[in-house]
């Protein structure tokens, strides 16, 4: 079912209630702040690059003043290298140049999510999200409001595009169908470590393949170098046979 995302540069003018939420990274001048972001804590958030130099981010903001469309297929396969599955926002008018770059240089589109502000939620054909009002139009607040698809790959999980560094359990098991993206979570270090305990936690008592625990090593050691050996010694006692 389609949801409402809020956007806007004052993150305090968002209702707390919302669902989903957009904001902007460094170094907009309008960038949200940690405490920005901790607003929302349950919702989904949606982070906006404005200049394709920017390694970071779900989407990268095309339009006037920020990046330009011959510069977004450049930050989508520099985003898919990092393991992100990335969005381009532009106008509804601006949209096929967009999309005549990525055909231009052979790139695999990316998501895209499509301003037009006609007050009409409904999602245009080929796009995962519609800014359709903003301001002016809705009258209650000063963010825009985008209809969005009930899933938006990138961005509603962290590991939904395809991986680049997916470890795949061939049999059953605990580990699940996909255990880690290791480029995703190493570029997403303020959560990373996070997100490997948790995967490791899913684990219980059951001993990772050979090829699972290279990944572990891998991504302990990038997200945590100092502590990497207690923390992989800890691992290996974990999951030590049991007598």
């Known amino acids: ?5 809020y956007d806007s540069v004052t993150a305090s003018a968002i209702p707390r209630a919302a669902r989903i939420v957009a904001g902007y990274l460094p170094p907009s001048r309008y960038a949200w702040s940690a405490a920005d972001w901790a607003r929302f804590p349950s919702a989904v958030k949606v982070r906006i690059a404005i200049f394709a130099r920017i390694n970071d981010g779900h989407v990268l903001d095309v339009e006037p003043g920020d990046a330009t469309p011959a510069q977004a297929p450049g930050w989508v396969v520099m985003r898919r290298r990092a ?27 990316p ?3 499509i301003a037009k502000y006609d007050n009409v939620a409904r999602l245009p ?4 999200a519609k800014q359709y009002a903003n301001p002016p139009l ?8 985008s209809i969005v698809a009930d899933h938006w790959p990138g961005v509603d999980k962290e590991d939904d595009m395809e991986p680049t560094d997916a470890v795949r359990d061939p049999g059953p098991g605990r580990w699940g169908h996909t255990w880690l993206n290791t480029n995703q979570v ?3 270090s303020s959560h990373g470590l996070a997100a490997l305990a948790r995967k490791i936690d ?5 001993a990772p393949s050979a090829a699972q625990q290279s990944v572990i090593e891998e991504v302990v050691r990038e997200l945590a170098p100092d502590q990497a050996d ?8 974990r999951f030590a046979p049991q007598d």
Request: hydrophobic share 40%; charged share 20%.
């Open 1 to 5: 079912m389609p949801r409402t995302m």
């Open 83 to 109: 393991g992100v599955d990335p969005s381009i926002y532009c106008s509804a008018s601006t949209w096929p140049t967009v999309r005549a770059e990525f055909r231009r240089r052979g790139i695999r589109e």
């Open 111 to 113: 998501h895209y999510w």
């Open 125 to 128: 054909a080929g796009a995962v």
């Open 138 to 145: 809705h009258g209650r607040g000063h963010f825009d409001l």
């Open 186 to 188: 190493i570029n997403n």
């Open 202 to 206: 899913a684990l219980g008592s059951g």
């Open 230 to 237: 207690a923390i992989l010694v800890k691992l290996a006692e």
